[in-house]
Nanobody, 124 residues
Framework: QVQLVESGGGSVQTGESLRLSCSYS????????MGWYRRAPESDPKVDGE????????????????DYAESVKGRFTISVDTQKNMVYLEMNDLQPDDAGIYRC?????????WGQGTQVTVSS
């Protein structure tokens, strides 16, 4: 069973940066894209959250573009290292609206069992 483990969150001030990491415990077969999802503070824990960024897995036979939610374009960068089973999210110029629980999963359909996520808090 694939396990997702996210890390790298924290409490920052507006304008600061964080780098999130997600490890998955085994090679995920038949997956084409990985993404980062943000669940807003105090939202229903059953909600998957907003897909803020996604990228193709190395060698996936599909469109190789990365995708970002409008609100994070130009500030966030996603990368996938299939060899290391890692997904990263570089977040720059963080804003209070970026706060939440960040979790990685397949994209655009999060079909893998969710990990715990990593919390990001942004103070103005």
């Amino acid at each position: 069973q694939v396990q997702l483990v996210e890390s790298g969150g924290g409490s920052v001030q507006t304008g600061e940066s964080l780098r999130l990491s997600c490890s998955y415990s085994t090679r995920i077969f038949n997956i084409e894209r990985m993404g980062w999802y943000r669940r807003a503070p105090e939202s229903d824990p059953k909600v998957d959250g907003e897909l803020v960024a996604s990228a193709p897995v190395d060698g996936a036979p599909i469109d190789g573009r990365t995708d970002y939610a409008e609100s994070v374009k130009g500030r966030f960068t996603i990368s996938v290292d299939t060899q290391k089973n890692m997904v990263y999210l570089e977040m720059n110029d963080l804003q209070p609206d970026d706060a939440g629980i960040y979790r990685c999963n397949g994209a655009p359909i999060p079909f893998i069992k969710w990990g715990q996520g990593t919390q990001v808090t942004v103070s103005s």
